[in-house]
């Protein structure tokens, strides 16, 4: 029978010499002795060939796994084995001859952990490749909002909502006008939602917020090498991903002059052009598109084209501001302290008829928007019970007449939950004479916790820094 033992020298050179290319290798006989041992193995652990050859593999490496792949039969894939300090990812293999196991070999994957990494962000970057397409629809495609989220009782509200059931289920093109922040993405998101192409994409596009130069790549793709810094594999554009779903283009009237000619060409057509390619590609899509200004107005300007206007606006949906329909401001603003309580475990029961009161007299230049930010500051410094007028205006803007102790005056949900924080800490602390302890107990938060906050938003932590 033939044993790896009685293995002519001649025949070991030449496995050894193909052993080679792994850098790192070392192969053992049926009864563990190391028959070849390869000259990186050698320096990287200060070992002579002359005195390792022959012993027991166990003998010059204690910590070693080839005596358990010679005994199991079974290998050993990239594991991980320090020699001499460095980390090692080798592979143990076990070698057969007619059924019987004959010996083991042992070589390097990796001649270091780190070629290991690199290799590993190949292979990941290579599946980024494959799943980017997918994870890009997952992540534009879901409709959040449905009817049910678009909350009002006045009749304009409710005539909108109708005016979505009727027109859902065509695929009619639907421009949606409206002021800054009276919800029109909301409507974009139910009209999906409402239709019969609910389960394919809903694809949202802020024309605004894309450099012109990079508009048409964005709603069209590109192909491979279209550009100086595109992607090797070239990428889709909005309107494939969107193909057999909807399209939602926001604040419309931003589009450039060659941008609207593109779109009107795909709308006319419904077949595209990737930027850099010569393949025509069919697609299948619903448009929505919104503005806060009037495109008819544009037109006349001469900085909307009309042709395209007249495709984009078959159906128009129109949200009148909140100042119009102050019937609305009761259940948003209810419905925005529930929004609060489950969002961030709050405590909050309601509104006082003083503080709707004030709601009511002001005229709201950012509707529903606006109403929001204001109804969450006032549950942030409100903390527990019922909204009071206080809360209401401890950073109203000066605009209502309110004493403003908030230097925030913008409409930033992040700023304004910091500045409410920072202020309704401060009372906390002030409130308890400077007793952390008790400031943290009153606010709900532990010890570590207000000082965490106290440290994050700078606020002085030093007995008389509560004054401040």
Same mark, same amino acid.
């Given at each position: 029978?033939?044993?790896?033992?009685?293995?002519?020298?001649?025949?070991?050179? %030449?496995?050894?010499?193909?052993?080679?290319?792994?850098?790192?290798?070392?192969?053992?006989?049926?009864?563990?002795?190391?028959?070849?041992?390869?000259?990186?193995?050698?320096?990287?652990?200060?070992?002579?060939?002359?005195? %390792?050859?022959?012993?027991?593999?166990?003998? %010059?490496?204690?910590?070693?796994?080839?005596?358990?792949?010679?005994?199991?039969?079974?290998?050993?894939?990239?594991?991980?084995?320090?020699?001499?300090?460095?980390?090692?990812?080798?592979?143990?293999?076990?070698?057969?001859?007619?059924?019987?196991?004959?010996?083991?070999?042992?070589?390097?994957?990796?001649?270091?952990?780190?070629?290991?990494?690199?290799?590993?962000?190949?292979?990941?970057?290579?599946?980024?490749?494959?799943?980017?397409?997918?994870?890009?629809?997952?992540?534009?495609?879901?409709?959040?909002?449905?009817?049910?989220?678009?909350?009002?009782?006045?009749?304009?509200?409710?005539?909108?909502?109708?005016?979505?059931?009727?027109?859902?289920?065509?695929?009619?093109? %639907?421009?949606?006008?409206?002021?800054?922040?009276?919800?029109?993405?909301?409507?974009?998101?139910?009209?999906?939602?409402?239709?019969?192409? *609910?389960?394919?994409?809903?694809?949202? +596009?802020?024309?605004?917020?894309?450099?012109?130069?990079?508009?048409?790549?964005?709603?069209?793709?590109?192909?491979?090498?279209?550009?100086?810094?595109?992607?090797?594999?070239?990428?889709?554009?909005?309107?494939?991903?969107?193909?057999?779903?909807?399209?939602?283009?926001?604040?419309?009237?931003?589009?450039?002059?060659?941008?609207?000619?593109?779109?009107?060409?795909?709308?006319?057509?419904?077949?595209?052009?990737?930027?850099?390619?010569?393949?025509?590609?069919? +697609?299948?899509?619903?448009?929505?598109?919104?503005?806060?200004?009037?495109?008819?107005?544009?037109?006349?300007?001469?900085?909307?084209?009309?042709?395209?206007?007249?495709?984009?606006?078959?159906?128009?949906?129109?949200?009148?501001?909140?100042?119009?329909?102050?019937?609305?401001?009761?259940?948003?603003?209810?419905?925005?302290?529930?929004?609060?309580?489950?969002?961030?475990?709050?405590?909050?029961?309601?509104?006082?008829?003083?503080?709707?009161?004030?709601?009511?007299?002001?005229?709201?230049?950012?509707? +529903?928007?606006?109403?929001?930010?204001?109804?969450?500051?006032?549950?942030?410094?409100?903390?527990?019970?019922?909204?009071?007028?206080?809360?209401?205006?401890?950073?109203?803007?000066?605009?209502?007449?309110?004493?403003? *102790?908030?230097?925030?005056?913008?409409?930033?949900?992040?700023?304004? *939950?910091?500045?409410?924080?920072?202020?309704?800490?401060?009372?906390?602390?002030?409130?308890?004479?400077?007793?952390?302890?008790?400031?943290?107990?009153?606010?709900?938060?532990?010890?570590?916790?207000?000082?965490?906050?106290?440290?994050?938003?700078?606020?002085?932590?030093?007995?008389?820094?509560?004054?401040?």
């Amino acid at each position: 029978m033939f044993k790896l033992s009685t293995l002519p020298q001649k025949y070991l050179d %030449v496995i050894e010499t193909i052993f080679n290319e792994f850098d790192g290798a070392l192969v053992i006989d049926e009864n563990g002795i190391i028959r070849i041992i390869t000259d990186y193995y050698c320096r990287e652990s200060g070992l002579s060939k002359d005195k %390792v050859l022959g012993c027991r593999v166990d003998e %010059v490496f204690p910590h070693t796994r080839m005596l358990e792949v010679l005994r199991t039969g079974k290998p050993i894939i990239a594991d991980i084995w320090e020699l001499n300090g460095k980390t090692q990812v080798v592979s143990r293999v076990p070698i057969t001859t007619e059924g019987r196991i004959i010996g083991a070999a042992g070589f390097n994957i990796f001649r270091y952990l780190d070629d290991a990494r690199g290799f590993a962000r190949r292979i990941s970057n290579m599946f980024s490749e494959l799943k980017y397409y997918k994870e890009e629809v997952k992540r534009l495609s879901s409709a959040k909002y449905s009817l049910a989220s678009i909350v009002g009782r006045s009749d304009a509200i409710l005539e909108a909502k109708e005016q979505v059931r009727m027109i859902a289920c065509t695929t009619i093109p %639907v421009l949606i006008t409206g002021e800054t922040g009276t919800g029109k993405e909301l409507f974009a998101h139910a009209i999906h939602q409402e239709s019969n192409r *609910r389960e394919y994409p809903l694809i949202r +596009v802020n024309c605004a917020s894309i450099p012109d130069n990079l508009l048409e790549s964005e709603l069209f793709g590109y192909e491979e090498g279209a550009f100086t810094g595109a992607r090797k594999a070239g990428k889709p554009g909005k309107f494939e991903l969107a193909d057999k779903g909807t399209l939602f283009l926001d604040e419309i009237s931003e589009l450039s002059w060659m941008s609207q000619a593109g779109l009107l060409r795909v709308l006319q057509e419904k077949e595209l052009e990737r930027v850099g390619g010569t393949k025509t590609i069919s +697609v299948d899509v619903r448009i929505i598109s919104a503005t806060n200004g009037s495109l008819r107005d544009m037109v006349s300007q001469g900085k909307f084209r009309k042709d395209l206007f007249f495709r984009l606006d078959v159906f128009p949906i129109n949200i009148p501001p909140l100042r119009e329909r102050m019937e609305d401001l009761e259940p948003l603003t209810e419905f925005f302290i529930n929004q609060y309580n489950q969002e961030n475990g709050g405590r909050i029961e309601g509104i006082s008829k003083e503080a709707l009161a004030r709601l009511h007299q002001y005229h709201w230049p950012g509707n +529903v928007r606006e109403l929001h930010t204001v109804i969450e500051r006032a549950c942030i410094d409100t903390g527990a019970g019922k909204i009071t007028l206080n809360n209401l205006l401890r950073f109203a803007n000066q605009r209502t007449g309110a004493n403003n *102790r908030s230097r925030y005056q913008g409409f930033d949900l992040a700023k304004a *939950r910091e500045e409410a924080e920072k202020q309704t800490i401060l009372r906390a602390i002030k409130a308890c004479g400077g007793n952390k302890t008790q400031a943290a107990q009153l606010l709900g938060l532990s010890r570590s916790t207000l000082y965490y906050k106290m440290e994050q938003y700078h606020l002085d932590i030093s007995p008389a820094g509560y004054s401040k």
